[in-house]
């Protein structure tokens, strides 16, 4: 039994050495030469950054939501 762990193991191991050996798709090649010469941007001061966008989920979000879902679901009914 000692043995069949070991040679498991062994199988195991080399399986794990063979898939290092891969290549690895989408990373060969080099990029783009005006992405190398493309300029770094400029690092701002927390003061100039611009504001955030404003929230998309408001107080009235659900119930908007709801109302959306009743009338669609009333439209469905009708079609049938």
């Known amino acids: 039994m000692k043995r069949r762990s070991q040679s498991r193991l062994g199988l195991c191991i080399a ?4 898939s290092a ?31 955030p966008p404003a929230p998309r989920l408001t107080d009235t979000t659900e119930a908007e939501i709801d109302g959306r879902r009743t009338r669609l679901q009333r439209r469905a009914s009708e079609l049938q």
């Open 15 to 18: 399986m794990l050495m063979l």
């Open 21 to 51: 050996c891969g290549q690895i798709p989408g990373l060969e090649g080099e990029a783009a030469p005006a992405a190398g010469a493309a300029p770094y941007p400029d690092i701002l001061p927390a003061s100039e950054l611009p504001s």
